[in-house]
């Protein structure tokens, strides 16, 4: 899974890397980034590529009650072609979610021990996500869940489960405004060769999602 993670980088940075012409409004780098939370994704709107916030945790159009977000943060990539919440948005609503890193939590004899995960060769990337619009009584809300596959060596002694990380010559490729059918994407996902990653222990400082400092992803002495 993917619960936790972190975008640093200056805005500079994000929109070099992702082709945006436009500035990120609001936009502050993240220590800490938890479900629930708004997070920074990039669309395509069909002229040009576009990022703006959304709020971490799909809630379908048509759900009736928005709090089922939080049990949404992630969606299998092997099956979201197949489940109704995720079918059509695999199909049409793609988008990528960006990062610099991810936490994951190692069982130990002592506990669970945080680490810090980051791709060897790229300070700056994205995760593959699904994207929808709900509309309330109020403002439309949109929200976001983030892709996720088998763990691939590197992460297994950690966890079973990682995000997608899309390689930088495939982004644009995920949020193209074609249409594609939902097996497509999956098939497309599966294809996909995953970047080698590096991994160091952080503190538990991280654990609480109130905490928002460097601290977080200071390595452990």
Request: aromatic letters at 10%; glycine letters at 4%; a negative charge.
């Amino acid at each position: 899974m993917c619960g936790r993670y972190t975008l640093l980088a200056e805005e500079a940075e994000i929109l070099k890397e992702f082709g945006i012409s436009q500035s990120i409004d609001g936009y502050e780098p993240r220590y800490n980034i938890a479900p629930g939370q708004q997070v920074l994704a990039v669309i395509h709107d069909g002229k040009e590529k576009r990022a703006g916030y959304m709020k971490w945790g799909l809630v379908p159009s048509w759900a009736k009650d928005p709090k089922i977000g939080y049990k949404m943060i992630n969606a299998r990539s092997e099956t979201a072609h197949e489940k109704p919440s995720y079918r059509k948005l695999m199909s049409r609503k793609r988008c990528l979610i960006a990062a610099d890193s991810f936490y994951e939590w190692k069982q130990t004899e002592s506990g669970k021990q945080p680490l810090r995960i980051q791709t060897e060769n790229r300070p700056l990337f994205a995760f593959a996500g699904l994207w929808d619009q709900w509309k309330g009584d109020d403002a439309p809300l949109y929200t976001c869940t983030i892709l996720t596959r088998e763990a691939n060596e590197d992460v297994a002694p950690v966890h079973d489960r990682m995000p997608v990380i899309l390689p930088r010559d495939r982004q644009d490729d995920w949020i193209t405004p074609v249409q594609w059918e939902a097996r497509q994407a999956k098939d497309y996902l599966d294809e996909l060769t995953m970047d080698e990653l590096t991994m160091y222990e952080v503190s538990t400082h991280v654990n609480s999602a109130k905490n928002e400092d460097e601290a977080c992803i200071r390595p452990l002495a």
